[in-house]
């Protein structure tokens, strides 16, 4: 059964992800899940973009955060919306709350107490809505936040949130090899902060996030990524999300999004400013629900 390896035998044993630097770029129908901002606020700090009594615009952020839905609803994307729970501001990030692959389903388990209590209703939700049967993860791990799917391959973030031996329990779970990242900047505490994945093979990264035997492994396995500048990994261009081809992204990101377009992507740029006082943005708002879903009826 594949297990979480190290950085040097990952690089030994695998192939490098090689792309072309131009191709014909194809979209693929995603499943969603999203959490509106009714509750939004930043009343602690947990990262370093968070300032408590800072004032938020609730209903800019439920106006920006729709305009985020309404956008992968245009493009046929299915995206299903959970409630969010009075108390827990910080549940409008839904990327956190779990991670499912086609054959495991993990919830989370969050490094700082103000957050333990969301992963108890993704757990629920999930569950209840045909995604089980629900792991919660005994070491702490934070969901998409930390674990992101580039084909058959997981990369694994750690260094501010989630523990190394998370890493290894996902590889169990899921039976997929897992590469670990060290992150080593404060202000990109999750891995889906300094790297998007743009399709099965083909990622953007900005590399003084990582350690340097992380930036060794990504230049080795992705010799062909989009490198980001640190103008647009201030901004959360970064946390994105691409479903292949369009790239929805943070709208203040201009560089970045004009790389997408050098290598065939689609870039669509989004404002979630407000959303970012919390130290979030596209994909942060964005689980991907990569099992099979019963019909849900009205999505809203």
Known sequence: MPTSVSIGAFVMTNLAFTSPLTVERSARSRHYLMTPPRYFA???????WMHPGIEVD???????????????????????????????PDMVYAANGALITPTATIAARFAYPQRAEES????????????????VAQEINEGEGDFLVVGDLILAGTGFRTAPA?????ARLTGMQVVSLELVNPSYYHLDTALAVLDDRTIAYYPAAFSPVAQATLATI?????????????????????DG????????????????????????????????????????????????????????
């Open 245 to 300: 081809k369009h790239v929805m992204l943070a709208a203040a990101a201009s560089g970045l999004a004009a790389q997408l377009v050098g290598r065939g992507f689609v870039p669509m740029p989004i404002d979630l400013t407000e959303l970012l006082k919390g130290g979030g943005s596209v994909k942060c708002c964005t689980l991907e629900l990569r099992r099979a879903l019963p019909s849900l009826g009205d999505q809203r």
């Open 166 to 170: 998370a890493h290894a329990e996902v």
């Open 222 to 242: 992705f010799p062909d990524a989009i490198i980001a500048t640190e103008a647009d990994a201030a901004v959360f261009g970064l946390n994105a999300v691409s």
């Open 120 to 135: 108890k209703a993704y757990a629920a939700w999930l569950d209840s809505h045909g995604l089980g049967p629900v792991h």
């Open 42 to 48: 930043v009343q602690y700090a947990i990262n370093p």
């Open 58 to 88: 609730v209903d800019l952020a439920l106006r920006q955060w729709q305009s985020l839905v309404d956008s992968y609803r245009r493009l046929g994307h299915r995206v299903d919306i959970m409630e969010p729970v009075a108390g827990l």
